[in-house]
């Protein structure tokens, strides 16, 4: 296959520069930075999402996820408020949250109160270009195995309410009240999946197809695959790299499907427990392997799925930048450890906030190559 096309929506959270309180001014924030189409609202007004054009390369992804952190920053302090990219806020909400006041937001508000008062989480979704939506089901059944090594990588929420909560993603736990955040249930064909979708709508466990939170899913507005299980990446470097992965998992998938290679199955019951222990545990934990059912290192089983899709990485020119970026957290830790030592050295809510920001802009080292 060759390389699928991808996009990436990032969330961001609005900080006051001395409390490091939520700061609901998305609205004014979004209509000064003036793309429409590129930075837009999330369901909080303290939330700002960016969302990148439709890539061919990582190098793209990276320029324009970049691009979007400085500008919304810039804009942000024009408004009293440093943006960072974690995924909660990481000293709380006010009670009720400021909910976007639109008519969608709002009827989510009434519709799911509890899920709404904790809604204040932020992610990193990446979209990959897929031919058919039967493409995208075969794919859909493939990838479910690898969602708790992505969780694992990509935790990024250690801090909340004003402390280390003993989970590496705080979010993957808040965002589980909402009654679809799942990895989908396995099915084969696109009448199955619609019909899965339509269920949880009838049902009453979401509001429209838009809200079935699946961890990956057929994206309800484009025609892609939307893998929505990571946390917002403390660094623009780390959501490219997320992004290249992701990409490769989709290719395999596709590929896999295409020369008719048998799924390996996973139970939904096992799948569930593993995702929960690797947003627990993050990269310093034991996660069961959904395939085999055995205890492994979160290391372990991340390096698996590399291997698994490192001939995709090659073939779509990101294997360098996607395993340098790896390396370069398997020395230093991934976003959860960082923000711990952080929030350890910070000492003040300000001291903590300014050092999240200036990460949020900054990054590990080099982007991806070119």
Known sequence: MDAPTVGVEEEFTLLDPRSGAVVPAAIEIIRECGYPTHVVTESMRFMVETRTPVCTTLAEVHDALSAMRRRVAEVASHHGAMVVATG????????????????????????????????????????????????????????????????ALTANSPIWEGAVTGWASRRFLLASRWPT???????????????MVDQAVAAGRALDRRSVYFLARLSPRYPTIEVRAADMSLTAEEAAAYAGLVRALVGMAVDDAAAGRPVVPVRQDLLRRSCLSAARDGLGGIVIDP????????????????????????????EASVLSTIDRLRRVGGGADRQRRLFRRAGSPAAFTAALAATTTGGLGAGPAR
């Open 88 to 151: 909660v806020a990481p000293f709380g909400l006010p009670d009720p949250p400021p909910v976007t006041d639109e008519p969608r937001y709002n009827e989510l508000a009434r519709r799911f109160p509890v899920a709404m008062r904790t809604n204040g989480t932020c992610g990193c979704h990446v979209h990959v270009g897929v031919p058919t939506r039967q493409v995208a089901v075969d794919a859909l059944l493939r990838l479910r195995a690898w969602l708790p090594p992505l969780i």
């Open 291 to 318: 395939q085999s059912g055995r205890p492994l290192r979160s290391w372990e089983l991340i390096d698996a799925m590399v291997t698994r899709v490192r001939p995709q990485l090659r073939a779509h020119g990101d």
């Open 181 to 195: 955040l799942m990895p989908a249930p396995p099915v084969r064909s696109v009448e199955e999946y619609d019909q």
